[in-house]
């Protein structure tokens, strides 16, 4: 920015060198996603995703919002690189539209499609910004949904497919690739609660689902590295530490199946090679894993260079007798469990805030599961802002980046190989079922105008870029 001084009002910097200094190279981003900030959805040959599909079928979005629009970023992204830049971020996380670069899922590279992509990763090298590129964040081009979706296997070989197209056409010029971002969300919340894209509701097919995600990630990876043999891949997962709301052992065994389904699911196969033993038992009336053939989990599993993670808040949770909720569960054979809050804190997603899990996570991920570097690939936070005088002093935001960052840096004084940080977002953007409602931007966007305002938490993260560090507390 012009002028990293601390703005006013905000008062956690202060002068001199930083106190909590993170390692040489750490490395600072943040990050977005195609489908939230693209719009241009019919443009230079583009066909529909499943969430073209959803968010234009009414009642799936609130208010019927739509990416149609979202931030114009496909025909702003020189200024938004820009922005970039005067926040003096070391990387950007972005994702690549499937149906962009190519239609409908199948055949030959979409060029027009591509271009987009190679003009954004030019443009940040320019600035000295390291791409990190994510193949797939939730947007399935909606001919593949149409043909059976995540549910069936073909999509896993699809998904290959696209990959080694992308790393083809940029591997020269992008040396970080996630495969899938949060696998769980697109399984469980896209076909089991159906609240995502594509919004249906079978247990048994959102199992399914994560099974092929994950081998669709491990194909991915074989054909980029054969593809790019330099290049570092990786997967992104949101994990979320699950504490039992009491000693009680149900509260314990509630803690541990909702642990199963939604960290060591992922964590397991493609860490180690295999899906848990109690996990399996718990799904014992919802699939017989019939859909596993063998030497899929040698695929899962195939080697990485870095594991992304991606934290916003903790799960407490308790037992209970019959569905927590009514309708349809994102935990296919624990639909009793339920979610309890702690009373504390909480974001305007009504996500508590827990800077403390993030460290959990972060060294539980290590500990139990590797020693490759980590990265956490997002972390932020949804708060009401306010433009007063043409600025958006957001120290709700800001401080919750502060304490998570200190809980970031207190992972690596304990050992874990945390190499980078990525905000999310970058930009207010399309929060998918909430579409425009909840904004999570460390710039806020006017979707009237398009005017993009650096929040006083853009302005505070420049400054701990900078300093390669946090103030003293
Ligand atoms: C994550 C998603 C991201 C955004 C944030 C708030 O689950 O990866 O696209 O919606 O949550």
Redesign the pocket.
């Known amino acids: 920015m012009s002028n990293p001084a601390s703005p006013p009002g905000v008062g956690l910097l202060d002068e001199g060198p930083a106190a909590l200094t993170f390692p040489p190279g750490f490395l600072w981003g943040a990050a977005t996603?195609a489908y939230?900030i693209e719009g241009a959805v019919a443009e230079d040959g583009r066909t529909p995703s499943i969430w073209d599909t959803f968010s234009h079928t009414p009642g799936r979005t609130v208010a019927g919002h739509t990416g149609d629009v979202a931030c114009d970023h496909y025909h702003r992204m020189p200024a938004d690189v820009r922005l970039m830049a005067d926040l003096g971020l070391k990387s950007y996380r972005f994702s690549v539209s499937w149906s962009r670069v190519q239609p409908d899922g199948a055949g030959p590279a979409n060029q027009r499609g591509l271009d987009f992509y190679r003009r954004l990763v030019d443009e940040l090298r320019a600035y000295d910004i390291e791409p990190w590129l994510t193949l797939y964040?939730?947007d399935l081009p909606q001919p593949l949904e149409d043909a059976g979706g995540w549910p069936a296997r073909d999509t896993a070989g699809r998904f290959a497919d696209y990959a080694q197209l992308v790393a083809d056409a940029l591997g020269d010029r992008v040396n970080h690739f996630t495969t899938l971002?949060?696998p769980w969300?697109s399984a469980f919340l896209g076909y089991g609660s159906g609240v995502h894209a594509p919004g249906r509701t079978n247990g048994t097919d959102a199992l399914r689902a994560g099974h092929h995600l994950m081998l669709g990630h491990g194909l991915a990876v074989r054909a980029v590295r054969a593809s790019r043999p330099g290049a570092q891949l990786g997967v992104t997962v949101?994990l979320y530490p699950v504490t039992p709301a009491t000693d009680s052992p149900a509260d314990a065994d509630a803690a541990r199946r909702i642990d199963g389904l939604m960290n060591r699911f992922f964590l397991d196969p493609i860490l180690r090679g295999s899906y848990p033993t109690d996990l399996r038992a718990d799904l014992r009336g919802v699939t017989d894993f019939g859909h596993v053939r063998d030497g899929d989990l040698a695929i899962i599993s195939t080697p990485l260079d870095q594991v992304g993670v991606?934290y916003?808040t903790r799960h407490v949770v308790s037992a209970g007798t019959g569905p927590a909720e009514p309708g349809p569960s994102p935990w296919p054979g624990s639909e009793d469990v339920r979610f309890v809050s702690r009373g504390i804190p909480v974001t305007d997603?009504d996500w508590e805030v827990d800077a403390p899990g993030l460290l959990e996570t972060l060294q539980r991920v290590h500990r139990e599961y590797t020693d490759l570097p980590i990265y956490v690939t997002?972390n932020?936070a949804?708060f009401v802002d306010e433009v007063v005088d043409g600025r958006v002093d957001d120290t709700d935001r800001l401080a919750y980046f502060d304490a998570h960052l200190r809980a970031a840096h207190a992972a690596i004084d304990s050992g874990v190989p945390l190499k980078g940080y990525f905000a999310?977002?970058l930009l207010d953007n399309f929060?998918?079922a909430w579409g425009y409602t909840k904004r999570?931007g460390m710039v806020r966007v006017d979707y009237d105008d398009q005017a993009r305002i650096p929040k006083s938490s853009a302005r505070w993260y420049a400054e701990v870029i900078r300093r390669n560090g946090l103030a003293a507390q």
């Open positions: 996603a939230q964040h939730w971002n949060e969300c949101n991606n916003y997603m997002e932020g949804a999310w977002s929060e998918w999570f």
